[in-house]
Every structure is written in structure tokens, then in C-alpha cells.
């Protein structure tokens, strides 16, 4: 007869009670200790699997278990039962081998998921953002950056109106429902330099203005950031360096709730980086853009170039806003068209 000592809990209550758990030759599994004699069919009992040495639960059918530590007892009480495949888990977790392909498939899920998933998700939660979320995210943006990054534009009222004419045409031009707004701000740490922000916001700062030879250069660099938005690529992008409030969104399917991103855009706004996937599709937009109005791409090309030389973080260390990695490439890839 096997047997093990096992505590005893009735389901009525959190006392334990000290049981000799034993079988018999009639395949009866009998408990007792101090005023307690049960026996119930080996066949009607379900035991825990073996993990480690973890302690084992017996579970009787009118709910009450028995918890022990004594492994190997129990593997003894229940091997006849014991179909196969039983104790699987246990000899996956006792092997070398298993633990290091399970380590494997484990850091291969999570990189997937981190180089397609979050992505994905991020994609899926920035097009059913409502309109009322990206606004708050975009004027809490805008107003950061007003306070710490830009500043007031000089440029002449005149020339201002001029640039904003031009900003609206071109999204009558491309068919965008969502109306665009074009701010202008004096660059200071952000050097020449435009970006896209949620709700539609397009800021150029005036070094890039004064940058610009004709007003072709802008059009072009307006028309990138035209394609950042139609993508929603900010917002991507924030997304996925939030990944704890994207997948939280995602999972409990309450977008309106993103306030944590709301609160957090500005500095993630500030660290962007957009990635080359973003600026491949943001210039792809542009070179179709141009090419419909008979613009070269060299002009896009030129201007480009021209920003590199001028971006902050060449010679003194700082780096605002430096959301277009690999501007040689694209370069390159502009003059292409």
C-alpha cells in the first residue's frame, strides 16, 4: 500500500488538518488523521502537475484537497492513473536542453513581437485615435515645444499668409479629407526644420523658409510631411515608444483613454526618430506629389540636402528634432526621379 503525509483541507475552511494518505489494492484512496476517515476511488481524484518542487495538490470531488511536498509519493500514489504525457512540464522544466530552447522561443517571440507586433498594434490604435485625443495630444505637443523648443515667427504677415495659401492648396491638390494647419515658428535650437504633429499640424520654422531658394523647396518638404500625416506616422511612432499604453489600448479596446500618451507626447515628440520605413513612405508621397505637379526631384533633393548641412547637432552636440535619419539615401533617392 502506498501512503504519504499530506495536509488536509475540507473546502469549509482555511485550517489544515495533518492526513496519511494511502491506496489500497481496491485502487481506494483513504485519508486520515485525527477525526477524519475518508476513502474516494483513485479514478474520481485529479492531482496538480509536477513543477519543480513546488507542493502538490490532491482535489477530491466535493472540493476539498490535500497539499504535500513529498513529489515522489504522490508520482507512486497515481502512476497507475497516469496517462501518457503526464508529468510532461516536469521533465521539460528538469532538462537542460528544454530550459534553453524554451529561453530560445521565448526572446524569439518577444523580438517578434517587438519588431512586428508593436508596430502592428500601434498602427491599428493610431487610425481609431479619436479626433478629440489626437487634438489634446497635438496642442499639448505644440504648446511644449512653444515653451521650451520654439519661438514666435518674424517672418512679415505677408509672407506668412503667402505659405499658408500655399499649404492649403497643396491639400486640396492631394485629396487629403483632413484639413492640414500650417504653423510657422522660428526654429532657434530646431535649426531649418519642419515636422508633422497629430491633428493635422504642419510646422515649419523660418530658418528653413530662408533656406529655401523658391518656394518649390517648400512645397516639397510640405508635401513629406503631407505623407507623414496621411500615415499617421507621429502618432505611430509615439505609439510605439509608449509600447506599455499601446498595448494596453489595444488589448481593453479604450482608445479615448490614452491621457498617459497625451501627457508624455511632448518629450517623446522632442526624442522622435522617425523610423526609415516612416520616411521612405513619407518621401514616396512627396516624389508622387512632385512628379504630378512637374516638379524634379532634385528639388526635393536639394533642400534636403541643404537641411543636413544646417541641422543642429552637427558641430555643437544638440539635436532637436532630428526625425529624418539617412538623408543621404534619400537624397539619392530623390535625384532618382
Known amino acids: 500500500m502506498s501512503s504519504l503525509r499530506a495536509l488536509y483541507f475540507d473546502g469549509r475552511s482555511s485550517a489544515g488538518h495533518e492526513v496519511t494518505v494511502s491506496l489500497d ?12 476517515d475518508l476513502a474516494w476511488p483513485l479514478a474520481g481524484l485529479r492531482v496538480s502537475e509536477r513543477i519543480g518542487a513546488s507542493p502538490r495538490r490532491i482535489h477530491f470531488p466535493d472540493g476539498a484537497q490535500c497539499e504535500t511536498v513529498d ?18 512540464l516536469h521533465r521539460w ?3 537542460l536542453r528544454y530550459v534553453l530552447a524554451a529561453v530560445v522561443i521565448t526572446v524569439a517571440a518577444a523580438s517578434g513581437f517587438v519588431v512586428w507586433g508593436i508596430p502592428a498594434l500601434a498602427r491599428q490604435v493610431a487610425f481609431a485615435l479619436p479626433d478629440a485625443t489626437e487634438a489634446v495630444i497635438a496642442r499639448d505637443a505644440l504648446a511644449a515645444l512653444d515653451s521650451f523648443v520654439l519661438g514666435p515667427s518674424t517672418l512679415p504677415v505677408g509672407r506668412q499668409q503667402a505659405l499658408r495659401r500655399l499649404c492649403e492648396g497643396m491639400t486640396a491638390d492631394s485629396g487629403n479629407a483632413a484639413p492640414l494647419r500650417l ?30 531658394k523658391d ?13 507623414h500625416q496621411r500615415q499617421r506616422h507621429i502618432l505611430r511612432q509615439m505609439l ?10 489595444a488589448v481593453i479596446g479604450d482608445i479615448a483613454s490614452l491621457t498617459s500618451l497625451a501627457a508624455a507626447a511632448p518629450t517623446l515628440l522632442l526624442r522622435a526618430k522617425f523610423s526609415r520605413d516612416f520616411e521612405r513612405e513619407a518621401d514616396d508621397y512627396a516624389l508622387a506629389y512632385l512628379a504630378k505637379r512637374g516638379i524634379p526631384g532634385e528639388t526635393f533633393a ?25 538623408t543621404r539615401e534619400r537624397v539619392m533617392r530623390a535625384r532618382k526621379n
Not at 190 to 203: D, E, K, R, T, W
Not at 302 to 326: F, N, V, W
Request: aromatic share 2%.
Open 240 to 249: 510605439q515608444d509608449s509600447a506599455t499604453a499601446l498595448v494596453i489600448a
Open 71 to 88: 513529489n515522489d509519493a504522490v508520482d507512486a500514489l497515481f502512476a497507475a492513473q497516469a496517462p501518457a504525457g503526464t508529468h510532461l
Open 302 to 326: 536639394a533642400i534636403l540636402q541643404r537641411m543636413e548641412e544646417k541641422r543642429p547637432g552637427s558641430g555643437d552636440g544638440a539635436d532637436y528634432l532630428s526625425s529624418h535619419p539617412a
Open 215 to 227: 518656394d518649390r523647396e517648400l512645397e516639397a518638404v510640405l508635401a513629406h510631411e503631407i505623407g
Open 25 to 36: 489494492n481496491r485502487n481506494l484512496v483513504h485519508l486520515r488523521g485525527e477525526g477524519i
Open 183 to 212: 504653423e510657422l515658428r522660428q526654429g532657434k535650437r530646431a535649426g531649418a526644420n519642419a515636422f508633422a504633429l497629430p491633428a493635422g499640424i504642419i510646422v515649419m520654422t523660418d530658418e528653413l523658409v530662408a533656406l529655401a
Open 93 to 95: 522544466e528538469s532538462g
